[in-house]
């Protein structure tokens, strides 16, 4: 109601300017005529006048009406230099700025919400670098301002920034036209103030900031560079530290296309994935859900019971698991296929020099032409009084630490209700151990929408997790044979006894004592890399975790590609690291597996979308397996056949997930997926099942309504 209200005003005022045949008024000619008369009032009423025409002014701009021309000459010929340029610049920035909120208020959401998807890089271009366009758009006159002004109102540009730049960048052009205004009786139009040679200037001016940006980077590098020269020759073309998910595929493309390539790895082959991570935490997860069907038998007709096992076997398996993946990471296979495996620490020494310290001390330093850092990252540990004499366990010591029980934990603590925290807290739980989980956000996996939150935190609670979210910890303290920890839960005291304190409260970047400081490579909580995952140096990348911004293996490979192919044939071409549609799965029971926006992502970028929802429990498949928990909520753009986002709630989420991800990353519509035969009876046929529901909310009711006649026509 508001945005029709104020749309009918401005076509109002509009329409009046032109009916009334205003714009008569606002020519040089006219202007010239009635010259001395303004003048005469102005004298007699000074403040009447500026007050009077810079309401004027800032209606017109806000209008977007034509004539800013003539009144800027105007402003200098009724009001002089100072007083025009003061008046005209700010009222013109503050009109623009009126210009720039109604395009917003009025139009931006839709535009957002039909394009939104493909305004993706504009938008990102916008947030990054809107005051350099803006200023350079002001400065370079080949767009009229009214339609930057509107066009500018569709981006997420913060309207602070948009007022200053505008000021600021209209400010030599009304600087000019105000001068000219002075000698108004010597101009014949106002086109004739622009000479090519000044139009030459101002464009040059709207690009001195982007030289300057170029410069600065310029500096910045040689500056980084000083004191530093690069050897005559290389030893490799690629040096790459660590041999986690991101290291490995960088040093197997580098070996794949011929380049010398030396990957150091100071810890296991393979990284946190392998040995710390998504192997031994997914093995863990299998035997737990296994302790979990036997208990719940009688759901499948069998008889149900406590299972009987031995931990110390089920850990053995997790050991057994890494050492079967293993050799896929191992150095006997990246040797196999070119690469040359050090094992030591590596430490940058200078832009193409690292040094290797062996895992028996011994030193070498290799140059590289390039060099990758793919040095992953590990948990965060926080600085919780009482933490440092309690004996507490994370992502990294946990595995060791279970390998030496022969029992799970009796009363496990879980800090932290993000991904890991919850996996390990269900699958603990599921092999017996009484588990509490702390978490200090209102709710679990906060970055999923708040109905998987609560899903997440049922199944947790039916698998017998005591969940306390909302909970801030204040210390914690050894106990007898324990620990207490004490929180705030809603202004209330609590404590909890535990024998057991595992930390999942995410993962910072490894970043210390490998020489990014003393090369001066800015990294604050991530390596900071350019969208050619450069540093500082742009012979030196950065992959996976280490450089984020997310933190999967699957991301760390894709980096991986990136990085490599740009250090050894950056020379040619660059490639700019693309997240467009980037999956995930959290593997809970049952999963959550996501691709693209969610419900709360598109509410906080202010993009419009429709919600198809199918439930698991109309699957004939789930229905046999017993998995009819979960659903599928597909985000679409309103009337048009073009996926935003899809979260899956499911047994096997992350196998489903993969048609979606495919079909978003090929541009394919949930048209193309109802299309496709599926198996029967399979899970999969879910996503067949989502898209028909789409297709039905969005059927064409009036055909239908004509097709029915038709049929009853043709009963007789
Ligand atoms: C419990 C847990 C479960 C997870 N589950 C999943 C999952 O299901 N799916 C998923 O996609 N991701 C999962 N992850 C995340 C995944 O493990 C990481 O995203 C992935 O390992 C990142 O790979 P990377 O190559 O960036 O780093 P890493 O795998 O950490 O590898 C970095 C390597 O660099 C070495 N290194 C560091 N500094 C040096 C140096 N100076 N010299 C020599 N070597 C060095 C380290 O020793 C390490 O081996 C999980 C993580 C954890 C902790």
Redesign the pocket.
Known sequence: MKKILLLALVVLLILAFFILDLDRWLTLDALKQHQAAIAGVRAESPWLMAGGFFLLYVLMAALSLPGAAVMTLAAGALFGIVEGLVLVSFASSLGATLAFLVARFLLREQVQGRFGNRLQAINRGIEKDGAFYLFTLRLVPVFPFFVINLVMGLTPLAIRTFYWVSQLGMLPGTLVYVNAGTQLAAIEQPGDILSPMLLGSFALLGLFPWLARLVLQRVRRHRALKGHTPPRRFDRNLIV???????LVSSYIAATVKARVTL?????M????LN???VP??ALIKSARVAHQLRHADRYGLNAGEPSFSFTRVMARVGRIIDKVAPHDSVERYTALGVEVVK????LVDPWTVEIITAEGQTQRLSSRSIII????E?LVPNLPGLKEVNYLT?DTLWQAMRERETPPARLLVLGGGP?GC??AQAFARLGSRVVLVQRNARLMPKEDSEVSEWVKRTLVADGVQVLTGCDVDHVETNGTGMRLHARQDDSAIEIDADTLLLALG?RA?LA??GLQELGIPAERTIDTNEYLETLYPNIYA????AGPY??????AHMAWYASVNALFGQFKRFAVDYRVIP??T?VDPEVARVGLNEQEAKQRGLAFDVTRFDLEELDRAITDGAEQGFIKVLTEPGRDRILGVTIVAEHAGELLAEYVLAMKHNLGLNKILGTIHVYPTLAEANKYAAGEWKRAHAPERLLAWLARYHSWRLG
């Not at 530290?241 to 290291?247: M, V």
């Not at 933190?551 to 760390?556: G, R, S």
Request: hydrophobic content about 35%.
């Open positions: 530290i660590g041999a986690g998910a991101a290291g150091i790895e100071a810890g296991d393979g990284g946190d994935c710390t991570g998504c935490s997914k030591g620490y590596g430490r793919a040095a992953g990252a948990p992502s890991i996996e390990l993962r490894r004592g490998y992959a996976g975790d280490v933190q999967f293996t699957h991301t760390a995930w799965c593997f």
